[in-house]
């Protein structure tokens, strides 16, 4: 049985190991989308995703899709589209773009997850030095970008766009890259793609996900803006090339 959030208490969560099968992870419905229960949330690995008229719903699937940013896997194909030096990359310089971006409906799709109260909360973390964008710029122009949240040091992708082509691979590069030289422990896929793990996802049962991020999410993290006034250009991003074991 799905839990019922109760309004008044905004660190309330029932146990993930309580998620439903089918559909996989569906864990608790309604509360808010204040920063304090979507710290709490995240604290627990769970995080919120519903549609337009829909109440919110809370998920915590199982298995958990991850990566680990020094395991990001570069392609031939990528390496060779960032040598060509058109694109720059930087961090929390317009994260309003980027989630406006990730916001847009996609072509096969009708509509989109996040709806303005989504935007809204997930704008006021990164006021909060909690939410975190990266933007690929091509002649000045934001063609691509990612958003998440941090919590110490583990990070939460939320969502990603392309205006170019590979423009959203270029953004995980960076953040990979970021992160790994920051010494964060895992970055959290949520739902399992043909496309992240092309990228080095792999899949690890809810419980492993809830250790790494027990161990990870209690370390001193980076809770403010990460723009520090300087753009990476898209060639000078280190990636590791594809192969080794995912696990």
């Not at 769970?46 to 298995?63: E, H, N, R, T, V």
């Not at 994260?95 to 704008?123: H, K, N």
């Not at 006034?229 to 990636?239: L, N, Q, S």
């Not at 594809?242 to 696990?247: L, Q, S």
Request: charged share 25%; hydrophobic share 40%.
């Amino acid at each position: 049985m799905i839990a019922l959030l109760d309004p008044r208490d905004r660190t309330a969560f029932p146990d993930p190991a309580q998620a439903l099968r089918e559909p996989n992870g569906l864990l608790a419905v309604g509360g808010d989308l204040s920063p304090e229960r979507l710290i709490q949330a995240y604290r627990r690995g769970i995080f919120p995703w519903f549609s337009a008229g829909d109440p919110i719903l809370w998920w915590s699937p199982d298995p958990r899709a991850i990566l680990i940013p020094e395991r990001f896997h570069g392609s031939r194909s990528l390496r060779k589209r960032l040598r060509r030096g058109d694109l720059v990359t930087t961090l929390d310089r317009d994260f309003a773009g980027v989630i406006q971006g990730c916001s847009e409906p996609r072509d096969a799709e009708d509509g989109t997850w996040l709806v303005p109260e989504m935007v809204a909360a997930y704008r006021q973390l990164h006021a909060l030095g909690l939410a975190h964008s990266v933007e690929v710029w091509r002649a000045g122009e934001l063609v691509g970008g990612l958003y998440g949240v941090a919590i110490g040091r583990a990070f939460f992708g939320e969502s990603m766009f392309s205006r170019v082509s590979d423009a959203s691979k270029v953004a995980l590069a960076r953040l990979c890259e970021q992160l790994w030289d920051w010494e964060f422990g895992v970055i959290d896929c949520q739902m399992t793609t043909g496309h992240l793990l092309s990228l080095g996802a792999f899949e690890v049962p809810r419980a492993e996900f809830l250790t790494l991020l027990d161990r990870h999410g209690a370390r001193p993290g980076y809770d403010r803006s990460w723009d520090d006034g300087t753009e990476r250009p898209a060639c000078a991003i280190r990636i590791a090339p594809v192969g080794g074991d995912g696990g």
